[in-house]
């Protein structure tokens, strides 16, 4: 199984910045996609940002310009650099990875516990 581990959320004014971190351990073959969702009060858990084995990105149109994403295939973990964030930014920030635990596995979903992010003054 693989597991997920983040750290990096926190309270934060608005215009500052956090940076997640996740890192996927256990049994692992192979890791594809890793990215980053969120999910805000009362509403339904979004892309904010993924990036592909070979290191295509896609964002969120919110976060284009303030978010970058980033991962270190040598240490199978993924980032996420939040910069000027904003109220609207507050939410919980789930890692999801895909990936095959053994030669012989299907590739599928793994999610990390989330961490909470809270953007305010």
């Known amino acids: 199984q693989v597991q997920l581990v983040e750290s990096g959320g926190g309270l934060v004014q608005p215009g500052g910045s956090l940076r997640l971190s996740c890192a996927a351990s256990?049994?692992?073959?192979?890791?594809?996609?890793m990215g980053w969702y969120r999910q805000a009060p009362g509403k339904e858990r979004e892309l904010a940002a993924t990036?592909?084995?070979?290191?295509?990105?896609n964002y969120v149109d919110s976060v284009k310009g303030r978010f970058t994403i980033s991962r270190d295939n040598a240490k199978n973990t993924v980032y996420l650099q939040m910069n000027s964030l904003k109220p609207e930014d507050t939410a919980v920030y789930y890692c999801?990875?895909?990936?095959?635990?053994?030669?012989?596995?299907?590739?599928?979903?793994?999610w990390g516990q989330g961490t909470q992010v809270i953007v305010s003054s």
């Open positions: 990036i592909s084995s070979g290191g295509s990105i």
């Open positions: 256990g049994s692992i073959f192979s890791i594809t996609d």
């Open positions: 999801k990875t895909t990936a095959a635990a053994t030669r012989y596995s299907f590739l599928r979903d793994y």
